[in-house]
């Protein structure tokens, strides 16, 4: 016969471990105008009303607290990578090819810590994936 245990079942045990593994997470990201809030469908505490990007490929080598995004200028239409931590003194930036198509992973470089591209100019092309820094020291094209 099986015994039922009370408060056991949708309980979380709480370690040190687990606590300072939070506490990190919420020095990482918090800044002045985020809060903690519980998400259901995501069954976990979020960070709310911060600066961090849904669409971030890859923690910011350099300031360490923005992800690296894929942007296009307003004004040249050109794109490139950049920090999110832009308006707070970040200038982490590197131009991408204009032409052609082009995906940016979440795959880090081992040199340089940016995010890798994968990227062709025609359909007959193959695609070849290459550092997104364009001042890493590692910086080969690699299919």
Known sequence: MLKKRSGTRNSVRVTDKKISRLKDEIRQYYDSNGYLSWSEKRRKYVILGTNLPTNGLVACPQCKVGM??????????????????????????????????????KISCKACSWPMILFRYSARQKWTRLCGNIRCPGRTVKS
């Open 68 to 105: 690296i995004v894929v942007v296009r200028s307003r004004q040249t239409r050109k794109r490139f990578m950049g920090c999110s931590n832009y308006h707070n003194g970040c200038r982490a930036s590197s131009p991408l090819i204009q032409r052609g198509m082009l995906y940016a992973t």
